[in-house]
């Protein structure tokens, strides 16, 4: 069941922390919410999820090429999260990456970690998929479809 508004009620199953929303928002009408109150909540993060095939008998050095992707990108400020992901057979890889906003997202498409890393992270792997949520900007999604990553526009959400 979940939880979700009933009325001025909710319901809330014996698994789901019971919230209470706050009163700007319990004063609103279904449908009533402006679009700058949805953008607020979820507004200017960018996030790039890349999905990776590791090649044959790469992995020692997929991971030696990914330790100084995360090393590099802990210097970025606006980089908030920059994680990999491995299968358990350690052939397939996921890299969920975050950035405040569209210039931190340039900035990191137009810094080290790309123009000198990626190239190397290539050698060991390959890209299958790349999907982009939230508005990068202008320049990086030119960038971005170079590497021919899908964008999805930010549409509806909840970000806390």
């Known amino acids: 069941m979940g939880i979700g508004p009933v009325g001025n009620?909710?319901?809330?199953s014996k698994f789901a922390v019971p919230f209470s929303e706050p009163q700007w928002y319990r004063d609103k009408e279904e449908g009533d919410l402006t679009a700058e109150?949805?953008?607020?909540?979820?507004?200017?993060?960018v996030h790039f999820t890349v999905k990776l095939t590791i090649n044959d008998d790469k992995?020692?050095?997929?991971?030696?090429?990914?330790?100084?992707?995360?090393?590099?990108?802990?210097?970025?400020?606006g980089t908030l999260g920059y994680e990999f992901y491995l299968?358990?057979?350690?052939?397939?890889?996921?890299?969920l990456e975050t950035y405040v906003d569209s210039d931190s997202a340039l900035a990191h498409l137009t810094g080290p970690v790309l123009k000198e890393l990626v190239p190397k992270l290539l050698e060991v792997s390959s890209?299958?998929?790349f999907e982009v949520y939230g508005d990068p900007g202008a320049e990086s999604a030119e960038l971005l479809a170079g590497f021919g990553a899908e964008?999805?526009?930010?549409?509806?959400?909840?970000s806390r």
């Open 9 to 12: 009620k909710h319901r809330v």
């Open 37 to 45: 109150e949805e953008t607020d909540m979820s507004q200017h993060a």
């Open 59 to 77: 992995l020692d050095e997929f991971e030696g090429v990914v330790k100084t992707m995360i090393a590099l990108s802990q210097q970025e400020p």
């Open 87 to 95: 299968s358990k057979d350690g052939k397939q890889g996921r890299l």
């Open 127 to 129: 890209v299958s998929d």
């Open 151 to 158: 964008i999805f526009e930010h549409w509806r959400g909840l």
